[in-house]
């Protein structure tokens, strides 16, 4: 079965620190790659997708995205995070040629220090 | 020019009741979307419609019922509330396009059932 795995729960930076957001999938197949943000008492808005070309990936809000499919992996990147940017993140994966339902991982909640 | 909109924001309300979120989209998707976050932020997949069809239905209680009267609008309809069911609900919407099916979301009503 097809699972999205965002290893860590929380994360804390400063302002104005890198950040990496990690997500790892297990599927057999070329998998469509998504990051969603969630704001507080928000939904939920697609920062960047993967789909094919170029691994590196640039998003809205400063915000890029590296496909590895060595490390089946699609982690997320800042090179500098504001108090703005404190959120709940989601990976999503989906199967090219299967559902089109993606799977979201359990989202990883970032904190940022003044 | 909101293009995801959900009503009410929020829902108090006490068990046995029956009670319906409403959802529109005024981006033109085809495919539309019901999710269940909890409280630890999970994003389950509950209901899919595609130009007015159901095209998924989770395993959730037949007490849900979504009801599409037009490609626009998926509406929630919930009977006999229980305390489980105390979540924030999320409509979102989809082009149907087979290279994307990025999607996108609502602000959520979050629901309390006492």
């Known amino acids: 079965a097809q699972s999205v795995t965002q290893p860590d729960i929380h994360i804390t930076v400063s302002e104005g620190a890198s950040l990496e957001l990690r997500c790892n999938y297990s599927?057999?197949?070329?998998?469509?790659l998504f990051w969603y943000v969630q704001s507080p008492g928000q939904g939920l808005q697609l920062l960047l997708k993967?789909?094919?070309?170029?691994?590196l990936v640039q998003g809205i809000k400063g915000f890029e995205a590296e496909f590895k499919r060595s490390q089946s992996s699609f982690n997320l990147r800042k090179p500098s995070v504001h108090w703005s940017d404190a959120a709940e993140y989601f990976c999503?994966?989906?199967?090219?040629?299967?559902?089109?339902?993606?799977?979201f991982g359990r989202g990883t909640s970032l904190i940022v220090h003044p | 020019d909101t293009a995801v909109s959900q009503t009410p924001k929020y829902l108090v309300t006490q068990m046995g009741n029956d009670k319906s979120i409403k959802c529109e989209q005024n981006?033109?998707?085809?495919?539309m979307y019901w999710y269940k976050q909890d409280s630890k932020k999970f994003l389950k997949i509950m209901f899919s419609?595609?130009?007015?069809?159901?095209?998924i239905n989770e395993t959730v209680p037949n007490r849900f019922s979504p009801k599409s009267p037009d490609k626009a609008h998926l509406n929630l309809h919930i009977n006999s509330l229980e305390l489980g069911d105390s979540a924030v609900y999320f409509c979102?919407?989809?082009?149907?396009?087979?290279?994307?099916?990025?999607?996108?979301f609502g602000p959520g009503t979050r629901l309390t059932v006492t």
């Open positions: 979102a919407s989809s082009p149907r396009d087979r290279t994307t099916y990025e999607q996108y």
């Open positions: 599927y057999g197949a070329t998998p469509y």
């Open positions: 993967y789909f094919s070309g170029d691994t």
């Open positions: 999503a994966v989906r199967l090219s040629g299967g559902s089109y339902i993606p799977t």
């Open positions: 981006l033109g998707h085809d495919t």
């Open positions: 419609y595609n130009n007015k069809e159901l095209i």
